[in-house]
């Protein structure tokens, strides 16, 4: 609450509108949401609540009623059941890292930072589990795990900030996919609390258990419309004691889609020759060019390849001998380094990983973030180029993405934030190529209005009966995954139409 403020009174940025109106015709959402949290972390100050408002890409933003910091899951349950006895909606927020613009207000909401649920952090070495508090960030974790001499199986680039909760919830995927699954696959409970504010509770961590549905597997990839989580227990797996890290100046194959077909055709040829391919990432040469400006990189080797590929393996002994081997003399290989040592792979690593940041610092970023079937992708990624270029001659598209699973991140720079025609445009090549407009960040508020084309009628009636059974008033995180309601919708939230049309 803002100094000189009354309890319970509202105070915001004057002439914002709708959304604190809606605040402050409900004063005892604020006494409601103080008694359960405390004072101090209950924020109404609109600087303090800033940060909490706009998404990491800087393309979606919006004024929250509120913001609750809950420290323990007893707190969180008690500010959804204030919520919902106010028919206010949650927007619930792990480490805003999410690239999908749904971890942020779209008005009026409480916004639920689950930054500060993260006393809890355990490991079980029997079992090979880890338990945590929703809040706790993925390199805490990996310490911990790493203590055991064990890892989650699961590694991306925000892992300073992006959370166990966040991850559950978007069903991130991240570099390690291809030997260890997404986040679902990693998952061996969790709790949350429901709209109700009850407490749904998996948490034996029991390693077989057919004991009706999947409810765990449903609320990964919910991305906050179905409960808010607030523990998670993941499973580990040794963490292999040698590991080579090698980058890999592509030869493209002849064709449009050459350079993708390279990178597609050295990975099934590594897959092949080698245990433990932990990671395939492609890259391409513009792309290394901003990264290289943006952190004051060297030339990677084979400089003036047009794409390049990331490989990791991992294993019990060595395995840069077998690495070389099936790399040495290839085809489609033009140059290659690698490391075995920390410091080189993470050198190495620099040149794919700080390519989110470096596109991020050019401005604001158009992020489609797609799955195709493999055979497709070369032709897939030629066609983007080509159709985008047609359309949007100003724009640069950026691509790079985890090739092991056919998931490309396409990346357009030089739009406006508004400009729905280009994004429709790329998710509609997605669509005719039977592939999937979402691989690993979620739909969020970027994508919803796609989800009726993605998904047949059966499949999208199942999603809408699962929401309002589970979310009856639609308080969850509501223009997340489904369009608002436009009438008797939850309150605090905006329509918006995309350029390919709303379901439901
Ligand atoms: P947030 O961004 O805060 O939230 C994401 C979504 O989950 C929102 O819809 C939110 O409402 C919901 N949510 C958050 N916490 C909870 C909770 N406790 N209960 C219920 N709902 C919740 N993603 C990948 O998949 N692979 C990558 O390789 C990858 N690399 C990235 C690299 C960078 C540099 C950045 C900035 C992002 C990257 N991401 C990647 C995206 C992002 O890190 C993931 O989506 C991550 O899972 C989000 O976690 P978070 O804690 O930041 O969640
Ligand atoms: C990545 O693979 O680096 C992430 O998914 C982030 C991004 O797409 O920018
Ligand atoms: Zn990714």
Known sequence: MAAGAAPGEWTGVPGVGVPLTRARGRPGVVDAVVA??????????????????????????????????????????????????????????????????????????????????????????????????????????????AEYGLGLGIDLAARDTATLGGMAA?????????????????????????????????????????VGYDLVGLLAGSEGTLGVITRVLVRLAPLPPWRVTALIALRPLPGAGGPVAAAVALVNHLLRQLDGLEAAELFFAEGVELVRQHASLPPPPGASAEAFLLVEVAGRTDPLEALSQALVGHPLVLDTAASTDAAGRVALWAYRERH??????????????????????????????????????RAQVICFGHVGEGNLHINI????????????????????????????????????SVVGHARGPVDLGIMKALKDALDPHGLFNPGVLFPTRERGGPRGTNRTFGAMGEFG
């Open 36 to 145: 359960a949290v405390g004072p101090s972390n209950c924020l109404t100050d609109p600087d303090l609540c800033a940060p909490y408002e706009t998404d990491w890409t800087r393309r979606w933003h919006g004024r929250a009623a509120l913001v609750a910091r809950p420290t323990t899951g007893d707190q969180v349950a008690a500010v959804v059941a204030a919520c919902t006895r106010h028919r206010i909606a949650v927007v619930p927020q792990g480490g805003n890292t999410g690239l999908v613009g749904g971890s942020v207000p779209r008005g009026g909401e409480v916004l639920m930072s689950l930054a500060h649920l993260d006393q809890t952090l355990v490991v079980d070495p029997v079992a090979n589990l880890l338990e945590a508090d929703a809040g706790v960030t993925l390199a805490r974790a990996q310490a911990a795990a």
């Open 170 to 210: 978007t069903n991130a995927g991240g570099i390690h996919v291809l030997r260890y699954g997404a986040m679902r696959a990693r998952l061996a409970g969790l709790e949350a609390v429901m709209a109700d504010g009850s407490v749904l509770s998996r948490t034996s961590g029991v390693a077989k258990d057919n």
């Open 356 to 393: 989110t940041e470096a596109i991020a610092a050019q401005g604001l970023v158009h992020k489609l973030d797609v799955c195709l079937p493999i055979r497709d992708l070369a032709d897939f990624w030629a066609e983007v180029i080509a159709s985008v270029r047609r359309c949007r001659p």
């Open 413 to 448: 720079l030089g739009l406006e934030a508004d400009d729905t025609e280009v994004d429709a445009l790329v998710l509609g090549l997605v669509l005719a190529h039977r592939g999937s407009i979402s691989a690993e960040h979620g739909v969020g508020v970027a994508k919803r």
